[in-house]
């Protein structure tokens, strides 16, 4: 099936810095990828759509200026957390497809542990 | 899409077959169940999906009642690398998918 692949795994940030998740699509190109976000025992939250090539559309009670979704080609998608917080220290995961790639709903990444200190 | 409900843990012998029930009542007629399985600290796994046919793959079968308001995954032989939290998620094939979540079942395979 189809790789979506995210760097870092795992990232460790100080208290106001920004910390940037990418997104790939390794094997396909996707216009749209999807950014989710998981905290601890609770089950994914959709927070964005991002759009190739145009503005990301948030999800109700998301910052879009806290959480920036930069998708600049048809294999990467960025989101950016903007002076983070510990609050914001949670499990990020992005997900893909095109339509015609059979029946799966989606092909996610192996998922971002942001930790903010 | 349609909402599911699924209980929120389940317990399994290692060895033995794990039966997870999912209701999804007011699933349309061109919504497709799907299941995946989130092991801790990583994206979810696709398992396996149906329409209104029971399918078997390498991983599960997925049992879906006559009405298709309700499915079962069954896992034949649990093990310990089954443990995991498995979501039941209906939705339709084609176009973008913005695949909602819900609480899912936490099944413990225990040795």
């Known amino acids: 099936g189809a790789v979506v692949s995210q760097h870092p795994s795992w990232v460790i940030c100080k208290s106001g810095t920004s910390v940037k998740i990418e997104c790939r699509s390794l094997?396909?190109?996707?216009?749209?990828m999807f950014w989710y976000r998981q905290f601890p025992k609770q089950s994914l939250m959709l927070m964005a759509t991002?759009?190739?090539?145009?503005?990301?559309?948030?999800e109700q009670g998301v910052e879009k200026d806290k959480f920036l979704i930069n998708h600049a080609s048809l294999t990467l998608s960025t989101l950016t957390v903007t002076s983070a917080h510990p609050e914001d220290s949670s499990f990020y995961i992005c997900?893909?497809?095109?339509?015609?790639?059979?029946?799966?709903?989606?092909?996610f990444g192996q998922g971002t542990r942001l930790t903010v200190v | 899409d349609a909402k599911t409900t699924q209980p929120p843990s389940m317990d399994c012998a290692e060895g033995r077959a794990a039966n997870l029930p999912c209701n999804h009542s007011?699933?349309?007629?061109?919504?497709?169940v799907y299941w995946y399985r989130q092991i801790h600290s990583q994206g979810p796994q696709y398992i396996i999906h149906?329409?209104?046919n029971n399918e078997t793959n390498e991983m599960a079968s997925l049992i879906i009642t006559e009405d298709r308001k309700s499915s079962t995954l069954i896992l034949p032989h649990a093990t310990l690398r089954d443990t995991a939290v498995y979501y039941c998620?209906?939705?339709?094939?084609?176009?973008?998918?913005?695949?909602?979540f819900g609480t899912g079942t936490k099944l413990q395979v225990i040795p």
């Open positions: 998620i209906v939705g339709s094939q084609g176009g973008y998918q913005k695949v909602t």
């Open positions: 007011t699933i349309s007629g061109n919504e497709y």
């Open positions: 094997d396909f190109q996707a216009t749209t």
């Open positions: 991002s759009n190739e090539g145009s503005k990301a559309t948030y």
């Open positions: 997900s893909a497809r095109e339509p015609g790639q059979g029946p799966q709903l989606a092909f």
């Open positions: 149906g329409l209104k």
